[in-house]
């Protein structure tokens, strides 16, 4: 079995590198290999316990990478070495919410986001990407990984945001922040 390093998660207060097997795509999946990840707000309550995920998942919902290896389906789309980023919310594009627009609640409330809270995450060599079709964005040759490495979550959760409280470019608004909330999962985005 071919392994890789990933950050796990052992209990409060406690991760660690550890060598884990090796992700293999089944049809619709991709694998990717991580060239750039970073760490969410959400991260650092999971870390301390506030946001309770299972011992043994690897950690990290930004995702930028290459295409290491395609399920079956997909050749059509996607190549291969395509750099490409994978949202945080990984919505199976195909059931009753995401049909009507609301990804994040794929599969029924919150049920979007999945990498490191259900299924394993970005912290790693190697990432399994469920629903490829739905979930892989090519990157603009003109940009680095790093120019978009926000986009999976950071950037696209305040401008997910401003499209629901339909916010126009000129608008004057109010922001209401919590201290230490982060990007937590009760705004509907990861
Ligand atoms: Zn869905
Ligand atoms: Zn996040």
């Not at 994040?104 to 986001?113: N, R």
Request: glycine share 12%.
């Amino acid at each position: 079995m071919k392994t890789m390093k990933a950050v796990v998660f052992k209990r409060k207060d406690h991760v660690a590198v550890e060598e884990v097997p090796k992700p293999t795509p089944r049809a619709g999946e991709a694998v990717i290999r991580i060239t750039t990840t970073t760490i969410c707000g959400t991260d650092v309550h999971i870390v301390r316990g506030e946001y309770p995920v299972k011992p043994g998942l690897v950690l990290g919902h930004e995702p930028v990478g290459v295409i290491e290896e395609l399920g079956a389906g997909l050749d059509d789309t996607y190549a291969v070495g395509q750099r490409v980023i994978v949202g945080a919310i990984t919505p199976c594009g195909q059931c009753f919410y995401c049909l009507n627009g609301a990804h994040s609640q794929c599969g029924g409330a919150l049920g979007g986001w999945r990498f490191g809270n259900t299924i394993n995450g970005a912290w790693a060599e190697y990432l399994l990407v469920p629903d490829a079709r739905a979930n892989l964005a090519p990157i603009p040759p003109e940009l680095t990984d790093e120019e978009v490495m926000l986009c999976p979550d950071i950037f696209s959760t305040g401008l997910s945001g401003a499209e629901s409280g339909n916010i126009k470019v000129g608008d004057s608004v109010a922001v209401f922040a919590q201290v230490r909330s982060g990007c937590a999962p009760r705004s509907g985005r990861s």
